[in-house]
């Protein structure tokens, strides 16, 4: 069973479109994140979620909207897309913070690839 | 902010060993990680480190941190072509729960 998986693996879309890109944990993580990585493999964080509240939210554009259903899903939406968004996204979850023994580590999906034509 | 640093790129021959270095600002850091991606691939956790240990030894791989320099480095013997890939050092602050990543260095081992 994957830990971490996302939907779609590849997507291709045209400027102004609206898209939505699905992670789903199985591994019952209390906070979940959506990384972006750019064509020089840089990450960066755009969201975090902890059961199901929003708590980190970077300088991304308001194009953009996390959605968490519940703490095992963390969706992605993205309007009016642009060619800039062109990118990796991944999905993470982890238990939370450091404390008790827990390390924090992030586990990772495999990542959804958008390409805005 | 906090903000971490690393060098690009790394060519080493099979056989040789490995040492990707990384800087990083937040002094507050209680885990320091390092992540592999294979080509694509996610992220795998390779290692981490507490911030009260000097040296972290798992097989090939050897993690030093110098807090007061901060200062990580992984070293990785007898490198593989298997190892080439990108590895990410990333910084967990108290203040926040993401990790915070590095540029990524990619490793490239010839035979």
């Known amino acids: 069973d994957t830990a971490v998986s996302q939907t779609p693996k590849y997507l291709v879309t045209q400027m102004g479109n609206d898209k939505s890109i699905k992670c789903e944990q199985n591994?019952?993580?209390?906070?979940m994140y959506w990384y972006k990585q750019d064509s020089k493999k840089f990450l960066k964080i755009m969201f975090s979620?902890?059961?199901?509240?929003?708590?980190i939210n970077e300088t991304v554009p308001n194009r953009f909207s996390p959605k968490s259903p519940d703490k095992a899903h963390l969706n992605l939406h993205i309007n009016s897309l642009e060619l800039g968004d062109s990118a990796v996204y991944f999905c993470?979850?982890?238990?939370?913070?450091?404390?008790?023994?827990?390390?924090?580590?992030?586990?990772f999906g495999e990542g959804s690839r958008l390409t805005v034509l | 902010g906090e903000d971490v640093e690393q060098s690009l790129f790394l060519s080493v021959r099979e056989g040789d060993s490995s040492v990707i270095n990384c800087t990083y600002t937040d002094s507050s850091s209680t885990y320091l990680y390092w992540y592999k991606q294979e080509p694509g691939a996610g992220l795998q956790l390779l290692t981490y480190i507490f911030s009260n240990m000097d040296m972290k030894q798992d097989q090939r791989l050897t993690v030093l941190l110098n807090k007061k320099d901060k200062h990580l480095s992984l070293r990785i013997a007898d490198t593989q072509t298997g190892d080439s890939a990108i590895y990410f050092c990333?910084?967990?602050?108290?203040?926040?729960?993401?990790?915070?990543f590095g540029k990524g260095t990619t490793l490239s081992v010839s035979s």
């Open positions: 979620y902890n059961n199901k509240e929003l708590i």
């Open positions: 993470a979850s982890s238990q939370d913070g450091p404390s008790g023994g827990n390390t924090g580590e992030l586990f």
């Open positions: 591994l019952g993580h209390d906070t």
């Open positions: 990333a910084e967990r602050s108290q203040a926040g729960t993401a990790l915070i």
